[in-house]
């Protein structure tokens, strides 16, 4: 069983920048992405980026060049740095370790955090 914690989220301006972390406790099995996925209201749950078990990564054409996706091994810890925040980014931040389902955008099997939120205004 692995748990997933995430923290960092908050409310900021548009143009700003906020950094998530996911620390899972429990080791993560062999094979398994780790990624952000994200939910606003009244909408479905899209993948924002992930990190695949050969250390590739992915990202939403919507988040390139803004957000970095990384993964301390040594520290159970996922990280997602967002810089030139947009009021589109509103939506809850979800920390997921999955098997992906023919593409990294899809979960097979996985685990997921509960959440944080994050908050752009213009």
């Known amino acids: 069983q692995v748990q997933l914690v995430e923290s960092g989220g908050g409310s900021v301006q548009a143009g700003g920048s906020l950094s998530l972390s996911c620390v899972a406790s429990?080791?993560?099995?062999?094979?398994?992405?780790m990624g952000w996925f994200r939910q606003a209201p009244g909408k479905e749950r899209e993948g924002v980026a992930a990190?695949?078990?050969?250390?590739?990564?992915s990202y939403t054409d919507s988040v390139k060049g803004r957000f970095t996706i990384s993964k301390d091994n040594a520290k159970n810890t996922l990280y997602l740095q967002m810089n030139s925040l947009e009021p589109e980014d509103t939506a809850m931040y979800y920390c997921?370790?999955?098997?992906?389902?023919?593409?990294?955008?899809?979960?097979?099997?996985?685990?997921w955090g509960q959440g944080t939120q994050v908050t752009v205004s213009s």
């Open positions: 997921a370790a999955y098997v992906p389902g023919g593409s990294w955008r899809k979960i097979y099997f996985g685990y």
């Open positions: 429990g080791a993560t099995p062999s094979g398994y992405s």
């Open positions: 990190v695949a078990s050969d250390g590739s990564t």
